[in-house]
Every structure is written in structure tokens, then in C-alpha cells.
């Protein structure tokens, strides 16, 4: 099969095209809220510099508002970061791909890159409004959603303790059944994003775990069995080996809560040595994880007066400071491409991600990425969607949130599209889908 051409808000009524058309605006407006609501702080931190910064950015959003709901070009960024050349270069190469005379449009380019261009055009926005450069127009959003949360980290949480209390007695096949419960609940997780929900709260309020066996039927394609046979080497291998698991991190919130999880249970578990996240550089899809993000939970679960997740925050603080847990950054997950040209583009990080055992993506964006958020048949060969996207064995873990799905097994793709109009996005389905290298 031909790689197919990329989903865009050109298809009218496409999930694409209700996103950029609604969706997208919303989000917008919603930003535009946020810096107006946040005046008198930018008065009290800035003086009458703040209240001018205020007054730019607003405008800034608006009429990037108005560029995108009347299908304006896509515009060259003007600010002069790192990653400034390489978005003007991409849109120089969307234009080669046009007759003479178009211009890449909001609802005429690939899907994919018009959303990512948005949050970068936010971050620009912001860039040339000092001194409020910094402000995370997502901040409050993300931390309303951890609190919202809590109770179903509480529980998770007292679960992971009660685990590594009893881990010296588990059976192998136990712990086989353990680290599967913790992949799931890390892939409901996944739910919880608020660009799906448009920034409304979108919080998960009761425990996953006691719903695991529910949801199974949800799961539509499970590889757990080919993860284990990874990660099990390392539990029967000798004490010198090491085995290097990647967590390409999605949203903040719960979602963060269960990779943090699932991270500390395969370091306790003996099924991982080390590691690795991997966030975002700048605000992303309202709900991403920042550097900011991921200390700033950590902080918050050492400071809770609830001794079973103030036992996590002391024990993933410790993990981080023994380098037993690592955090990278890199530009290349907020730019707009598709992984199978991370070789290429970023070369550093695809070196990176070779050294590891094994890459769990996590998250809807990260699987549109990996497939280059194509219209691929349903029943295409993962491994043959990521094209020449294979530094490592890895694994997407996704909750269904936009119409590209592959790997599906003949006539499931159909009979789910003759009951469900919406099973592609509406996040009741998930998968936990592997490639090895190949
Ligand atoms: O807004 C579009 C989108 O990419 C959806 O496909 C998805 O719902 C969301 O943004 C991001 O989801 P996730 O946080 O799982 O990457
Ligand atoms: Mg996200």
C-alpha cells in the first residue's frame, strides 16, 4: 500500500475539520480569558509594562483567532528561538507540496501540523509579549485537574505502596498480573486530556483499578505479552544487566500520576533499571507535560498530607536524584513532524532513544506522529505505519482520540464504524499496540 495522504480539515465534517473549525477556536478563546483574567497579576509583577505586555498578547490572540476562522495562510513565526527556522522551513517544504498560486491554509494543510502550529503560534505570542514570555497560559487548567483528581491518585498511590510492601513475595506470573494492571490503568490515563475536552475539566474522579476488568473489552489491540517479554529479561537476567525503559510523556494530571506509577512499579518489580521521561519544551495541547509540570507534581506528592502519596513523592524525588529516573528535553516533540523523519530532523534524540530497552509513547498525539496521522486501512501493520520510525522496540499506549488506527484485525474497524459513529474519538477505546525493530 501507498502511504496514504495526511487527514486535514480540507475532508468537511472530519474529525479534522470539526477540530480546527470548533474546537481549536475554543481553546483560543479560552487563552484569550486566561491572560485578560490574570491583568492584576501581571500589574502587581510587572507595573504598567505587565498591563502593556497584557494589551499585546491579547491582540496577538485575536487576530491569530481571526486567521484561523477565516482560513488566512499559515504565517512564517517571528520570534527567533531554536526551533524558529525549522517551523519556516517545514511550512517553505507544505507549499512545495501545492500547485502554483496556493498558500498552506488553516483548513487546507495537513491536519497535524495546523493544530501544532497553533500552540507554537501561542508560544510565539507570548515570546513577543515580555516581560509575560514566561506565563503557561495552561497552568491553571493543568493544576485545577490534578486537584480535581485526587482521590483516585490517593488510591492509586496507597496501591503502589501496598505492592512494593508485598513484592519480595510475588510469583513471577503475579507480578506479570501486576505490572499489566498498572500498563492499564497508565493507558485509561490517557483519558484525561484537556484538549480533547476543549480545556473544560476533563479530570479523573474515581479509582481506574477496580474498573480494569470493564474496560477490557475497550482494549483493541493488546501486545502487553510482548512488552513482558522485554521487561521480564531483566528480572531473569543476571543482577549486572540493565534494562533502559523511555516513557514519552502525554498529559500532566492523572495521566502523569500513572506513568509515575508505572515507572516506580518496573524499577521496584526488577523489571527496568533506569527510566527515562521525555516532556515538552513549551505549553502543548493545554494539558502536556513541562519540565515545570513534572517537578511541580512531584513537589505537590511529597507535600500532601496523605501518607501513601507523600511516600511516592519522597520515593520518585530519591529516584530522580540517583538518576534512577531521568528527564529529557528536546524541541523535536513540539515541532509538527511525523516521527519516520526524526533521523533526520533530530538526529541526537534518535541516537537517544536508540539506547533504550524499550519506548512507550503515550497518548493520542504521539500516535498520529508515529503514523504520521495518515488515512492508513485499519488492518495496515503498525510496524509498516511508522515507516522508517524504529530506534528501538516500542510501544503506543492510546486512548482513541482521532480517526487513524492501524494493526486492527480484519472487520473490526468496520463492524465498530456500523454501531459507534464516534469510536475513533471518543476515548472509549484504547490500545496497547508494539513494534519491534524491524
Ligand atoms: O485536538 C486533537 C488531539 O490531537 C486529539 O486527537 C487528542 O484528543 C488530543 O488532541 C491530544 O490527545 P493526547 O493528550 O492523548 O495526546
Ligand atoms: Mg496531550
Not at 482520540?401 to 464516534?422: C, S, Y
Request: aromatic share 12%; hydrophobic share 35%; proline share 4%.
Amino acid at each position: 500500500m501507498e502511504t496514504p495522504c495526511p487527514l486535514s480539515a480540507k475532508y468537511e465534517g472530519s474529525f479534522a475539520y470539526y477540530t480546527v473549525k470548533d474546537r481549536l477556536s475554543q481553546i483560543l478563546t479560552k487563552v484569550i480569558d486566561t491572560i485578560h483574567r490574570n491583568k492584576n497579576k501581571f500589574l502587581e509583577a510587572h507595573g504598567e509594562e505587565g498591563i502593556e505586555a497584557e494589551k499585546k498578547a491579547l491582540s496577538f490572540f485575536s487576530k491569530l483567532r481571526n486567521e484561523m476562522q477565516t482560513d488566512k495562510p499559515i504565517l512564517p513565526l517571528t520570534d527567533q528561538q531554536p526551533d524558529t527556522q525549522i517551523w519556516n522551513q517545514y511550512l517553505d517544504y507544505q507549499r512545495t507540496l501545492l500547485s502554483d498560486g496556493e498558500e498552506p491554509s488553516w483548513f487546507t494543510s495537513p491536519w497535524l501540523y495546523v493544530e501544532c502550529y497553533l500552540y507554537r503560534r501561542i508560544h510565539e505570542g507570548l515570546l513577543l509579549s515580555p516581560p509575560i514570555s514566561e506565563f503557561d497560559v495552561f497552568r491553571d487548567v493543568k493544576n485545577e485537574s490534578f486537584f480535581q483528581s485526587q482521590p483516585a491518585m490517593l488510591s492509586l498511590c496507597a496501591h503502589l505502596q501496598e505492592l512494593k510492601g508485598k513484592m519480595n513475595r510475588l510469583s513471577k506470573d503475579e507480578v506479570r498480573g501486576e505490572i499489566y494492571k498498572l500498563l492499564q490503568v497508565s493507558l485509561w490515563g490517557n483519558k484525561c486530556d484537556l484538549s480533547i475536552s476543549g480545556g473544560q475539566d476533563n479530570s479523573q474522579k474515581s479509582s481506574i483499578l477496580s474498573s480494569l476488568e470493564d474496560y477490557k473489552a475497550f482494549i483493541l489491540v493488546d501486545d502487553m505479552n510482548s512488552l513482558w517479554n522485554i521487561l521480564s529479561k531483566n528480572r531473569d537476567g543476571n543482577t549486572e544487566s540493565r534494562t533502559r525503559v523511555d516513557i514519552v510523556l502525554d498529559n500532566a494530571g492523572f495521566e502523569l500520576i500513572t506513568d509515575f506509577v508505572l515507572a516506580d512499579a518496573m524499577l521496584s518489580l526488577n523489571l527496568a533499571t533506569e527510566v527515562h521521561f521525555h516532556g515538552k519544551v513549551m505549553p502543548w495541547y493545554v494539558s502536556d507535560t513541562t519540565k515545570h509540570d513534572f517537578d511541580w507534581t512531584v513537589r505537590q506528592c511529597l507535600a500532601i498530607n496523605n501518607r501513601w502519596m507523600s511516600k511516592c513523592g519522597q520515593a520518585w524525588k530519591e529516584n530522580l536524584k540517583k538518576e534512577r529516573w531521568v528527564y529529557h528535553e528536546h524541541l523535536f516533540w513540539t515541532l509538527p513532524h511525523e516521527y519516520c523523519t526524526m533521523a533526520e530532523v533530530a538526529p541526537d534524540l534518535y541516537t537517544e532513544l536508540q539506547k533504550s530497552d524499550l519506548v512507550l509513547f503515550k497518548g493520542d498525539l504521539n500516535y498520529r506522529k508515529l503514523t504520521g496521522d495518515r488515512k492508513w486501512d485499519f488492518t495496515v501493520p503498525f510496524s509498516q505505519a511508522l515507516r522508517s520510525f524504529h530506534p528501538a522496540p516500542l510501544c503506543s499506549i492510546r486512548t482513541l482520540k482521532a480517526d487513524v488506527q492501524v494493526g486492527l484485525e480484519a472487520g473490526v474497524g468496520e463492524r465498530l464504524a456500523a454501531t459507534e459513529i464516534d469510536w475513533l474519538t471518543s476515548g472509549k477505546y484504547g490500545v496497547i499496540q508494539f513494534s519491534p525493530v524491524v
